[in-house]
């Protein structure tokens, strides 16, 4: 069995969870989302916490038994606090403001590239070298994170570009100079 999913969901006051079926939907004060849950898993809230239990021992059930376990821990924690990812701008005369809701990025090229706000997420610029995504989805926030980043990834020279505000750029050494001895 799964040890992740052995372990109870809190559930923090003012989250609301309804379970209709296989459909679990998670209500919070910033928003709501839903889950289709494989059919052989049982869940049950007892005491303020969300258990999931496995109805059969097959090895697909035990493989989702954690995943779902984590997904719907997730939903909570989104709906009660949110999701935030940081992205870092390097180099010179990179940067990023907001363009009414949308981003404009300049990160060299020849046009600033406008990167349009989904729904679902929002987006923050404390100065011009941080963006801060945030939401209640975790794989949405990471996926428009993820996107943004992509627009210029951090190359390994000089490690300019968009990264993510935790991540280390192992800089590689450029060519080595001439000696002037290598040929006749």
Not at 18 to 37: A, C, H, M, P, R
Not at 76 to 96: D, M, N, P, W
Request: aromatic residues 6%.
């Amino acid at each position: 069995m799964s040890r992740v999913g052995k372990r109870p969901i809190p559930i923090p006051s003012g989250v609301e969870v309804n379970i209709e079926k296989n459909k679990v939907t998670v209500n919070g004060k910033l928003g709501q989302l839903f889950q289709v849950i494989d059919e052989n898993l049982k869940i049950d809230i007892n005491n303020g916490f969300l258990t999931l239990s496995p109805l059969s021992t097959s090895n697909e059930v035990k493989a989702k038994y954690g995943l779902y376990r984590n997904l719907l821990s997730n939903m909570i924690q989104g709906v009660s606090e949110g999701f935030t990812k940081t992205l870092k701008i390097v180099g010179v005369g990179y940067r990023a403001s907001k363009k009414g809701e949308d981003l404009e990025i300049l990160v060299g090229y020849s046009n600033p590239v406008l990167f349009s706000k989904p729904e679902d997420i929002s987006f923050d610029v404390p100065d011009n070298t941080t963006i801060i995504v945030k939401g209640i989805d975790k794989q949405r926030v990471g996926q428009i994170a993820a996107q943004i980043r992509d627009i210029r990834k951090p190359e390994p020279y000089k490690g300019k570009g968009i990264r993510y505000a935790n991540e280390f750029v192992r800089k590689k050494a450029g060519k080595a100079a001439s000696s002037g001895k290598g040929g006749k």
